[in-house]
C-alpha cells in the first residue's frame, strides 16, 4: 500500500526542495504528480521514455520522492502553538491504491491562533465508517505531544468518540457542531421546492441571540416541518448540546471563519466531502482569514451564500 500521505503529496509539490539545474524541476514536479496518483517507479520511467524520449532511472525517481518523504515527516512532527481559540477537524476523501483504488479520508485539523491566523495542524489517515475513540485519542494526544495545551473550541460534525477524547485530552474545550454541515444536513433531508423557505427558518434559530431563543425559534420550526420531514427534528434535537455552546459567547457575529477552512489546505474540495468551496475573504486578497458574519448567511436555491456571494454549493 502507497503511504495515504502520498495521495495528498500534490499539495506540497511546491515545496519540494530544487537543489538541481531549473531544467530539473519540471521533472521533479512531474514525478512526484506522477507518484502521488498512484504510479509505480518504473511507470514513471516508462511514461517519461515513451511520452517525452527521456531516459530517467528508478533511483533518480525515488532520489525525487525520499526528498518529498523527508519534508512530509518534518512537518508532520513540527512543534505548535500552546493555544488555539479553535481548531475545526474534518475529513478530506481522496484515491489511494490498496490493491485497488478507493476513496480514503484523511482528517484535517486547522487551528485558528488568537491572532486569527490559520494553520493546518495535521493530517491522518482513517479506514473510513467512523473512527474509533483510540483514533480520536491519538489525534488529539498527537497535538499535545508537539505543544498544544489548551483549545477553546474544537469545531466538527458528528464524529463520534472524538467528543469524549476532547473532553479527556483538553478537558476545558467546547465542542462545537459545526453550524453548515447542520445546515446542509438539514437540507438533505428535504424537498428542493422548500430549501429557500427552511433555510430562512433555519437562519433565526443559529443567528439568535441565547440559547434559549434558539430553541423558541426551534419549536417554531418543528411545528411548520416536523409532521413533513420528522428527520430534520429528530436531526437538531440529538445536535442540540453541540450545537449551542457559541450562542454563549456571543459568537454568533464572527464564528463563520469555517468559510476558509478548505482553503487552508489548498484544494477546492471542501473538508466536509463534495461541496466545492468558492472563497470568499472579506478581510483582503485570496487566502486571508476575515471576520464573517453569520446573521448574513443565508441559503438560495440550494446554495449556501454569504452576502451575495456564494460559499458552498453541492458539486
Given amino acids: 500500500m502507497k503511504s495515504g500521505w502520498w495521495s495528498l503529496a500534490v499539495l506540497s509539490v511546491s515545496k519540494v526542495p530544487h537543489t538541481g539545474p531549473s531544467s530539473a524541476r519540471p521533472v521533479t514536479r512531474f514525478a512526484i504528480s506522477l507518484y502521488a496518483k498512484g504510479l509505480t517507479t518504473g511507470e514513471i520511467c516508462a511514461h517519461f521514455a515513451e511520452v517525452y524520449g527521456a531516459s530517467i532511472g528508478k533511483d533518480t525517481i525515488s532520489r525525487i520522492t525520499d526528498k518529498v518523504v523527508e519534508e512530509m515527516q518534518a512537518w508532520t512532527a513540527r512543534p505548535l502553538l500552546g493555544v488555539y481559540?479553535?481548531?475545526?477537524?474534518?475529513?478530506?476523501?481522496?484515491?489511494?491504491?490498496?490493491?485497488?483504488?478507493?476513496?480514503?479520508?484523511?482528517?484535517?485539523?486547522?487551528g485558528v491562533d488568537l491572532n486569527?491566523?490559520?494553520?493546518?495542524?495535521?493530517?491522518?489517515?482513517?479506514?473510513?465508517?467512523?473512527?474509533?475513540?483510540?483514533?480520536?485519542?491519538?489525534?488529539?494526544?498527537?497535538?499535545?505531544?508537539?505543544?498544544?495545551?489548551?483549545v477553546f473550541f474544537v469545531v466538527c460534525d458528528g464524529l463520534k468518540g472524538l467528543p469524549d477524547a476532547v473532553n479527556a485530552v483538553f478537558p476545558q474545550a467546547i465542542v462545537q457542531a459545526c453550524v453548515i454541515h447542520l445546515i446542509r444536513a438539514t437540507l438533505r433531508y428535504a424537498s428542493r421546492k422548500y430549501w429557500d423557505q427552511i433555510a430562512r427558518d433555519l437562519r433565526a434559530i443559529y443567528t439568535a441571540p441565547t440559547a434559549q431563543a434558539a430553541w423558541a425559534r426551534f419549536e417554531e420550526l418543528e411545528e411548520k416541518w416536523g409532521k413533513a420531514y420528522p428527520a430534520i427534528a429528530q436531526l437538531w434535537r440529538a445536535a442540540w448540546e453541540e450545537f449551542t455552546p457559541f450562542l454563549a459567547y456571543g459568537a454568533c457575529r464572527g464564528i463563520a471563519r469555517w468559510t476558509m477552512v478548505a482553503s487552508g489546505i489548498g484544494v477546492s474540495r471542501g473538508l466536509a466531502g463534495s461541496?466545492?468551496?468558492?472563497?470568499?475573504?472579506p478581510g483582503g486578497g485570496s487566502g486571508e482569514l476575515g471576520e464573517v458574519d453569520l446573521a448574513q448567511v443565508e441559503c438560495r436555491g440550494g446554495q449556501v451564500e454569504l452576502a451575495g456571494d456564494v460559499v458552498q454549493a453541492a458539486a
Avoid: C, H
Fill in 275 to 281: 461541496s466545492v468551496v468558492a472563497r470568499r475573504t
Fill in 116 to 150: 486569527g491566523r490559520r494553520d493546518v495542524l495535521g493530517l491522518w489517515a482513517g479506514q473510513g465508517g467512523g473512527e474509533s475513540a483510540k483514533f480520536w485519542m491519538s489525534v488529539l494526544t498527537d497535538l499535545r505531544n508537539r505543544g498544544v495545551r489548551d
Fill in 85 to 110: 481559540a479553535a481548531i475545526f477537524i474534518d475529513a478530506i476523501y481522496v484515491k489511494v491504491r490498496n490493491g485497488q483504488v478507493g476513496n480514503q479520508p484523511f482528517y484535517a485539523a486547522i
